[in-house]
């Protein structure tokens, strides 16, 4: 059974703070990693995707691979009450179509 | 970017008539497709992957005679709420990747409300 977990928060931070989300999975032969945004009553939208080791940089988003540790992080610089939301940490196995969704952490940030 | 359109975005039915919801990938083919439902405050859970020209595949404890899944081709699946019942009201979302690394693109999704 392959697993995504995420402290699910809700973690707040002040506006202009560095917001840090965390995700861990259990299957050593997944490929591709993805996190995305969703907001309350809305489907979730693609912020990142990375698929090696180390970071990748998007704006004020930083996403963070580490395969050894099975550990996928998203930062957010200069955090704005705009990111308020869920983000969601997904999975894509190595072979096959299957995505796995981790149950998202909630995000405040405090104008 | 690949986009993946979604119909209706809201419908309100009554209890036992059915409604059927379309998902779209307009730029770009998908044999697969997933139609996953969440409801309100949860996470996403998936429901079916959709395959085109084949039967879909169902997650354990979804009816695959009440939820309907048709993937006819490769822009267009579509999910049949058969006999809606109020606990079925949620919000379904569908999505689709355009390859093997690719990420998945959602719909904007439905939601369903039974009466």
């Known amino acids: 059974q392959k697993e995504v977990e995420q402290n699910s928060g809700p973690l707040s931070v002040p506006e202009g703070a560095i917001a840090s989300l965390n995700c861990t999975y259990s299957d050593r032969v997944s490929q591709s990693f993805f996190w995305y945004r969703q907001y309350s009553g809305k489907s979730p939208e693609l912020i990142m995707s990375i698929y090696s080791n180390g970071d990748k940089e998007d704006g004020r988003f930083t996403a963070q691979l580490n395969k050894a540790s099975q550990y996928v992080s998203l930062l957010i610089r200069d955090s704005q009450p705009s990111d308020s939301a869920t983000y969601l940490c997904a999975v894509k196995e190595y072979t096959g179509n299957q995505f796995y969704f981790g149950t998202g952490t909630s995000l405040t940030v405090i104008p | 970017g690949a986009v993946v359109s979604q119909h209706p975005s809201r419908v309100i039915c009554k209890s036992g008539t059915s409604v059927k919801i379309e998902c779209r990938s307009l730029?770009?083919?998908?044999?697969?497709m997933f139609w996953y439902r969440q409801f309100p405050k949860q996470s996403l859970m998936l429901m079916a992957t959709s395959n085109e020209g084949s039967k879909a595949t169902y997650e354990q404890g979804v009816e695959k005679d009440k939820f309907l899944i048709n993937h006819a081709s490769l822009t267009l699946s579509t999910l049949t709420v058969t006999s809606a019942h109020p606990e079925d009201s949620s919000f379904y979302i569908c999505?689709?990747?355009?390859?093997?690394?690719?990420?998945?693109?959602f719909g904007n999704g439905t939601r369903l409300t039974v009466t």
């Open positions: 999505s689709a990747g355009q390859g093997v690394n690719s990420p998945l693109h």
């Open positions: 730029d770009f083919q998908a044999t697969t």
